[in-house]
Every structure is written in structure tokens, then in C-alpha cells.
Nanobody, 129 residues
């Protein structure tokens, strides 16, 4: 079965960096677009970043552009999110996700979270001095 396992979260100071990983198993990772999402207390889950199956397209929310970098290693079935210049407002539980639904390079990141079928348990990121 599909399994997604996030790691790398923790406490960081404002301006600091963290690198999240998402280890995938149970499906052909290289065939799937992958997304990072986050949910802060009392807020809706939101997309942070996404990457197409062959790494030919990436998506970033405006709030993280220029600070976060998504990447993937298809040989290791692992997704990454390098987070730099962290801000207190980046504090949230971060999840990786993928879906069996049909999408294209142009629209995989436009599918809402409820149309993504598989989610990890998430990893907590706290940015505080």
C-alpha cells in the first residue's frame, strides 16, 4: 500500500533553515507528482510546493517563493523541501501528498487538497526565537 513518511521537522530560529524529507513506498514514485502542504493551528491546509513526476515543473505558493526549494530523487523515492529564511508564520504541520487522479504538468498543483488521495502523518515545523 502507499506509504508516505515525512521527517526533518523541528524547531528553528527565524532566518534559519530546515530540510524536510518524504520517503515514499508502495507505488512507482517516479510516475507521480508530489506536493507539500502545511496546516497551522486554526487554519485550513494549504499547498506550499509541488513537483511534477519528472521534475519538469515546480510550484510554489507566493508565501514561500524564493525561500523554499522542492526537489525529488526518483531513484530513492524521496521528496525534499529545503526551507530557508524561515519565518514564524511558517510554523505548521507539514505533509507530503500524492494522488491517483488524472492530472497534467500544467494542473497537478491546481487540484485541491481533498483531491489528493495519499498523505503522510506529517512533521511539525516550529519557527521561534
Amino acid at each position: 500500500q502507499v506509504q508516505l513518511m515525512e521527517s526533518g521537522g523541528g524547531l528553528a530560529q527565524p532566518g534559519g533553515s530546515l530540510r524536510l524529507s518524504c520517503a515514499a513506498s508502495g507505488f512507482t514514485f517516479s510516475n507521480y507528482a508530489m506536493m507539500w502542504a502545511r496546516q497551522a493551528p486554526g487554519k485550513w491546509i494549504e499547498w506550499v510546493s509541488g513537483i511534477y513526476s519528472d521534475d519538469s515543473n515546480t510550484y510554489y505558493a507566493d508565501s514561500v517563493k524564493g525561500r523554499f526549494t522542492i526537489s525529488r530523487d526518483n531513484a530513492k523515492s524521496t521528496l525534499y523541501l529545503q526551507m530557508n529564511s524561515l519565518k514564524p508564520e511558517d510554523t505548521a504541520h507539514y505533509y507530503c501528498a500524492t494522488t491517483d487522479r488524472t492530472y497534467t504538468r500544467a494542473n497537478y498543483y491546481l487540484l485541491p487538497p481533498q483531491e489528493y488521495d495519499y498523505w503522510g502523518q506529517g512533521t511539525q515545523v516550529t519557527v521561534s526565537s
